[in-house]
């Protein structure tokens, strides 16, 4: 789909007759088992998490874990998933932009991403409790929209729904987030919220991903104005440089400014350079 930064370990973990199987693509399939199951110990013990005793020693609680020793729940507390359909889009938005990341980043790289957003979440609810705030914790969202966030990180101009730039969604979709947070007190989804961007940004700057860049609505309407304007005017052709002139200049700018200064024809050349050497790499 989009040009890829790591030509090592991007290929598909395995393919489902012509559908590639990305970790990412797994990690969403033990979610959504995991939601299935949760759907069946909340109808056998009881629709309430916190009083049900087949639930509530895989969820989060800093008093557990010190009391009782229950470290697994640094772990278990992402495999609790109620049914919402909610949800189920954010699964499928894990699949399909998990696998982006993944491709760029690399299997690997995308594995640690996905491990320390795993247990940065319960330490800092762990570092909450020791002044005092304590919350029992449990799901998955917060890491699956992280995963959506590292992607507008990397891509910040690829266009994604209706021509809207993914920077655009990231923002609205954070904005809408923590209005609900706030609204409905959900203080502990709203500090998941936040800290699950930071983890993102953090590990993708260890990468060498420059930071998410910010939009501007002046400079949204300009580009607007100015597409207008030469939409009238006869456009000629511009001359094509050849695949390899056009790679070195590219590596240039993303060793000074970031991948996300690319812009779509830069990631377009990318591309085809990355598909020209897999396929020598076959014919080798």
Request: aromatic share 14%.
């Amino acid at each position: 789909m989009i040009a890829n930064r790591n030509f090592e370990h991007c290929e598909p973990l395995t393919w489902v007759g012509r559908v590639p199987v990305y970790l990412a693509t797994v990690l969403a399939g033990v979610q959504a088992i995991a939601m299935i199951l949760t759907s069946l110990a909340m109808a056998v013990a009881g629709p309430m998490v916190e009083a049900n005793h087949l639930l509530s020693p895989l969820a989060f609680s800093f008093g557990s874990v010190v009391g009782n020793g229950s470290i697994w729940q640094y772990f278990t507390y992402a495999l609790i998933n109620p049914p919402d359909i909610f949800f189920v889009i954010q699964l499928f938005m894990f699949a399909w932009f998990g696998c982006e990341v993944e491709k760029f980043l690399g299997r690997q790289s995308f594995a640690w991403l996905c491990g320390l957003l795993l247990v940065a979440m319960p330490i800092l609810l762990s570092v909450f409790s020791v002044f005092g705030v304590n919350w029992t914790y449990y799901g998955a969202g917060p890491l699956n929209f992280a995963v959506f966030l590292a992607f507008a990180v990397i891509y910040p101009r690829v266009e994604i729904f209706f021509g809207i730039e993914a920077r655009w969604i990231a923002m609205i979709l954070m904005g809408i987030n923590t209005l609900q947070c706030l609204a409905g007190n959900s203080w502990a989804a709203l500090a998941m919220l936040w800290w699950g961007l930071a983890v993102a940004v953090l590990w993708l700057k260890f990468e060498g991903v420059g930071g998410l860049q910010m939009p501007s609505l002046a400079g949204f309407f300009k580009r607007q104005h100015s597409a207008r304007q030469l939409s009238v005017l006869p456009s000629e052709p511009e001359p094509q440089p050849s695949l390899h002139d056009s790679i070195d200049p590219i590596l240039e700018k993303i060793a000074k400014h970031g991948i996300g200064s690319l812009t779509r024809a830069e990631r377009e050349n990318l591309e085809r350079a990355r598909t020209a050497l897999l396929e020598k790499e076959r014919r080798n």
